[in-house]
Each structure stands twice: as structure tokens, then as C-alpha cells.
T-cell receptor
Framework: AQSVTQLGSHVSVSEGALVLLRCNYSSSVPPYLFWYVQYPNQGLQLLLKYTTGATLVKGINGFEAEFKKSETSFHLTKPSAHMSDAAEYFCAVNLGGQNFVFGPGTRLSVLP | DTAVSQTPKYLVTQMGNDKSIKCEQNLGHDTMYWYKQDSKKFLKIMFSYNNKELIINETVPNRFSPKSPDKAHLNLHINSLELGDSAVYFC???????????????FGQGTRLTVV
């Protein structure tokens, strides 16, 4: 069965610092990978996705993620954190049949 | 123009009551979902449904039932509400684009259900 793990339920960074949110998946077939962001009291919004092709994917709000098959990872990064980035971030896998599996989420805090 | 909309946004009700949450998508997608998000923010899929089949997460109590009057709507009915049903419920939709490509899921804003 496929699963998604996110190391660190809570990550704190200073404003302007690098953001790194970790995601690892287990899958016996090539996965399709997504990062979503959830702001307080809102729904989930897609940040970026990997399906096929280039393994470095750029998304909205300056975020990017790199698919590394050998490490079964899809970590999310942003060079410089902004206060508005504070939110909950979810990594998700779709292995087909429209079966989305979400990781447990990582809460990002940005300190002034 | 909202892509996936759910109503109501907040729902407070007493134990034992029956309630419904409505969901509509105007994206022309063929698959819709219901997710439950608990107090620790964990997202758990409850149902996925397209015009071919309903897939039910086996851990979901049969007090929960999805109803789809048409392709654009997937409502969630909950009977005999319990305290443990308190959570945020999200509706989502996606388009199955074939074996070579998978699209993302689009989410509604959520319905915060509080059972007292």
C-alpha cells in the first residue's frame, strides 16, 4: 500500500531563511506527487505537482520541489520565507484511479 | 466564480441528529471526493465517486452516505451524529485524464461540523 510521510509536524524558520519541508513516499509504481497548502480556516490549494518529465518542479509563491526516485522523496523548498507562508503544508500521492493519499501535514511557522 | 463550493461553512448540531452537507463543482470533473480532517489536521478520504463507481473507505461508519444527484454534485448525509464526528469535512473534485496523466484535486473551503 502506498503511504506518504512528512518529517517534522512543525517547522519554524525566520523570515528570509530557507524553507525545507520533507516528504517521502512508498510506492511500487511511478507516483504522481503534489504539494498543497492550507491557510487557516481555508481549503487546500495546489502549490505544485510532479507527473512526468523534469524532476525539478516550480510552483506558485516561489516554491519548488524536486522528485528524487532513488530517495523516494519530493521535498518542498523556498529560498526565502515570507510571513505569509505560515500555513499547513501537505504532500500527496496519486497512484492512479484518482486515489489521493495525503501525508500528515507540516505546520510552517515564520518568525519575524 | 468558485470551482468547488460547499454549504454550509459551519454546522453546529446536537448528538443524534441527521444532517447533510452539500457540494457542487463547476469544473466539469468526473470524480468527486469527501475528506475528513481531524483536529490534528490529518486528512482521511471517506469516499470517491464518479459516474462509474463509488469507492468507500471501509473505516467510514455506515451512518455516512454520499448522494450524487448528478455529475456536478456530491452531498454527504450523516445520520445519528456522534461527538466524534466533529471535524472539518472537505469536498474535492478531479478529472481522470487517462493512464498517462493524472490531474490534481480541487478542494472546497470546508465545512466545520461541531456536534454538541
Amino acid at each position: 500500500a502506498q503511504s506518504v510521510t512528512q518529517l517534522g509536524s512543525h517547522v519554524s524558520v525566520s523570515e528570509g531563511a530557507l524553507v525545507l519541508l520533507r516528504c517521502n513516499y512508498s510506492s511500487s509504481v511511478p507516483p504522481y506527487l503534489f504539494w498543497y497548502v492550507q491557510y487557516p480556516n481555508q481549503g487546500l490549494q495546489l502549490l505544485l505537482k510532479y507527473t512526468t518529465g523534469a524532476t525539478l518542479v516550480k510552483g506558485i509563491n516561489g516554491f519548488e520541489a524536486e522528485f528524487k526516485k532513488s530517495e523516494t522523496s519530493f521535498h518542498l523548498t523556498k529560498p526565502s520565507a515570507h510571513m505569509s507562508d505560515a500555513a499547513e503544508y501537505f504532500c500527496a500521492v496519486n497512484l492512479g484511479g484518482q486515489n489521493f493519499v495525503f501525508g500528515p501535514g507540516t505546520r510552517l511557522s515564520v518568525l519575524p | 466564480d468558485t470551482a468547488v463550493s460547499q454549504t454550509p461553512k459551519y454546522l453546529v448540531t446536537q448528538m443524534g441528529n441527521d444532517k447533510s452537507i452539500k457540494c457542487e463543482q463547476n469544473l466539469g470533473h468526473d470524480t468527486m471526493y469527501w475528506y475528513k480532517q481531524d483536529s490534528k489536521k490529518f486528512l482521511k478520504i471517506m469516499f470517491s465517486y464518479n459516474n462509474k463507481e463509488l469507492i468507500i473507505n471501509e473505516t467510514v461508519p455506515n451512518r455516512f452516505s454520499p448522494k450524487s444527484p448528478d455529475k456536478a454534485h456530491l452531498n454527504l448525509h450523516i445520520n445519528s451524529l456522534e461527538l466524534g464526528d466533529s471535524a472539518v469535512y472537505f469536498c474535492a473534485s478531479s478529472q481522470e485524464a487517462g493512464a498517462a496523466y493524472y490531474t490534481e484535486a480541487f478542494f472546497g473551503q470546508g465545512t466545520r461540523l461541531t456536534v454538541v
